[in-house]
């Protein structure tokens, strides 16, 4: 981007006596990484800025400035316009973002939600009023984009006294960080991370301290999908130009801890200002600004990163939540948590329109994920990426099945495996091995960082039967296992709000061993349900029957270990409402 001219939303000020004055303690290196401009459907002859991807890398929102059709006019005004992807990689023309957006003179979204539907743009807005700075969210509804809303961030109308003002938020949805100066009229920002409380509101920013924090500048942040790789730009001394581009990460679970900012040189940073930068949940490109072999003016660009400057890898798990009984999709809060142990790490959103949804999680954990609506039982999911490692080098096996219909894309990262169509199960785990059964028919398998897992609520009626997938027992075991608790936690908060409703807990078994020995060790685990909803949660017993049907009611074939996976199982039944 040009020093001579200072774009609004770049919102720095560029001191060319200090750039110049300025020590380089990092080489130039042209040749590394090659940059790719995005082309004409993204880039015009007026300045494009401030790209934000959508982690799915689907979607590019960008400003576009001085345009003489802008409702400012050319002069210093800015507005939102988007691309999406076609199916053949390359970028739809651009469009203007459609009202509620660009009704102020300076436009730009700072952040979008894994699943698309949230965007967090610029400036405090109140029922459609521009109040000031600040940030705002919109939600993608059946009928649009909403009116933007502001975010109540406790402190921050008090504690920024500065010029300037970016945010990025963080894909679980519980973490804002902010770049803004506690000084009054000072060009010169900090970052801080503000959390999502349970009123909806967001606490007081806190200082991501020393380890990121200098005096000098600190702005435009951006957090990577794995929640602890930040990228940030900075005007400390030993850069390339105004502006450098640096990466650092969070040490442990705090926001105080990070490694020592690295410069991550050319060709992201250049001899002028390099502020916005952007990317998708893969981590493999940067979208940034630059005006070399541009098309007039700043245009989108990308770069392939080199391995050290990458987040760790993360997988992207997508699909609908439906109605099981009528198969309609539903507009539903999607939760997901650490096993074992729980806690809520993360929040989404299904489409009020379709129920799609996604979620981003980093390798090396357990998983389980919910979705919830009113009216409805909570029906949980889990995934295990505890097998994969950060170092990109683990392959997919596919075990007792023969598919069809498989494509396999190009990828040379070789991990990760996902899965569509009618399958059971995406089991990644087992001795660094991950593993996928995969036996159902018009099966689609290919090298990537997604897997599709579609959630069925079910309605709040009388005799029907809900699978506890997140119940877990040690092999030939009937105590239950610690990673357990959340998912029957969550059964005795159902009891607890319906007090009328009483349940059967039905233990099933695969045909592996006797019939007698099954038998005995479904009664066993369905007791040890049991007794933890009534010893530990305090419900009454009378309220829960429990029976143990051994192998007797099969789901699947037990010839297969898919079949056999699918036959063990805990339900519970809803036998008086």
Same mark, same amino acid.
């Given at each position: 981007m040009k020093s001579s001219k200072i774009f609004p939303i770049l919102l720095l000020f560029l001191s060319a006596t200090f750039v110049w004055?300025?020590? %380089?303690?990092?080489?130039?290196d042209p040749k590394s990484y090659e940059i790719e401009n995005l082309g004409d459907s993204v880039n015009s002859t007026y300045d494009e800025l401030g790209p934000v991807m959508t982690p799915d890398g689907q979607t590019l929102y960008f400003a576009i400035d001085g345009r003489q059709d802008n409702l400012f006019g050319a002069d210093e005004s800015q507005e939102i316009w988007f691309c999406t992807k076609r199916p053949d990689g390359k970028w739809s023309k651009a469009k203007r973002m459609p009202l509620p957006f660009n009704l102020e003179q300076f436009n730009s979204v700072e952040s979008v939600t894994p699943d698309g539907g949230t965007l967090i743009i610029r400036g405090a807005f109140k029922n459609g009023k521009y109040k000031g700075p600040g940030f705002s969210a919109s939600n %993608?509804?059946?009928? !649009?984009?909403?009116? =933007?809303?502001?975010? +109540?961030?406790? !402190?921050?109308q008090e504690m920024n006294k500065g010029v300037f003002t970016n945010a990025v938020l963080a894909n679980n949805g519980k973490f804002l960080i902010l770049a803004f100066s506690e000084v009054k009229n000072s060009e010169a920002s900090d970052l801080y991370v503000s959390t999502l409380k349970e009123d909806g509101k967001w606490s007081r920013p806190q200082s991501l301290g020393a380890d990121i924090n200098t005096n000098v500048s600190e702005d435009t942040p951006f957090l990577a999908a794995d929640g602890k790789t930040l990228y940030f730009s900075s005007d400390r001394p030993g850069g390339l130009g105004a502006h450098d581009i640096y990466i650092a990460r969070r040490e442990g679970d705090g926001w105080q801890k990070w490694s020592k900012p690295v410069n991550m040189g050319s060709p992201i940073n250049t001899e002028e200002a390099d502020t916005y930068y952007t990317m998708d949940a893969t981590g493999e490109y940067a979208y940034l600004v630059a005006d070399k072999n541009s098309k007039g003016g700043s245009d989108v660009v990308r770069v392939k990163l080199k391995e050290e400057f990458r987040p760790d890898p993360v997988v992207l798990?997508?699909?609908?939540?439906?109605?099981?009984?009528? %198969?309609? =999709?539903?507009?539903?809060?999607?939760?997901? +948590?650490? &096993? =074992?142990?729980?806690? +809520? &790490?993360g929040v989404a959103r299904s489409n009020a329109t379709t129920g799609e949804y996604k979620i981003v999680l980093p390798y090396g954990k357990r998983y389980g994920f919910r979705a919830k609506a009113p009216g409805f039982i909570s029906v949980s999911d889990n995934i295990d990426l505890s097998g994969l490692k950060a170092d990109a080098s683990q392959t997919a096996s596919l075990m007792d099945t023969t598919l069809r219909n498989v494509s396999v894309l190009e990828n040379k990262e070789q991990f990760v495996v996902a899965a569509t169509g009618n399958t059971n199960d995406a089991v990644l785990n087992s001795d660094d091995t991950p593993l996928l059964p995969a036996t159902s028919k018009d099966t689609t398998v290919s090298v990537g960082k997604i897997i599709s897992r579609d959630l069925y609520l079910v309605p709040i009626e009388k005799n029907v039967v809900v699978r506890l997938n997140n119940v877990f027992f040690d092999f030939d075991k009937i105590q239950l296992n610690d990673a357990s608790y959340p998912e029957l936690d969550r059964v005795a908060e159902f009891m607890v709000e319906n007090p009328a409703i009483t349940i059967e807990i039905a233990g099933h078994t695969d045909a592996m061993g006797t019939d007698e020995y099954n038998l005995k060790l479904s009664e066993g685990r369905v007791t040890s349900v049991k007794d933890y909803l009534t010893s530990r949660k305090g419900l009454d017993p009378s309220r829960i029957v429990v029976h143990g049907y051994g192998e007797s009611v099969p789901l699947a074939d037990n010839e297969t270990e898919e079949g056999r996976a699918q036959n063990r199982r805990v339900e519970f039944k809803i036998i008086k409402n």
């Open positions: 004055g300025q020590k %380089r303690s990092v080489s130039i %993608r509804t059946a009928n !649009g984009w909403s009116v =933007p809303q502001q975010l +109540e961030i406790e !402190g921050f798990v997508s699909g609908k939540v439906f109605n099981s009984k009528t %198969r309609q =999709p539903l507009d539903a809060m999607i939760s997901y +948590e650490v &096993l =074992p142990g729980g806690g +809520e &790490l």
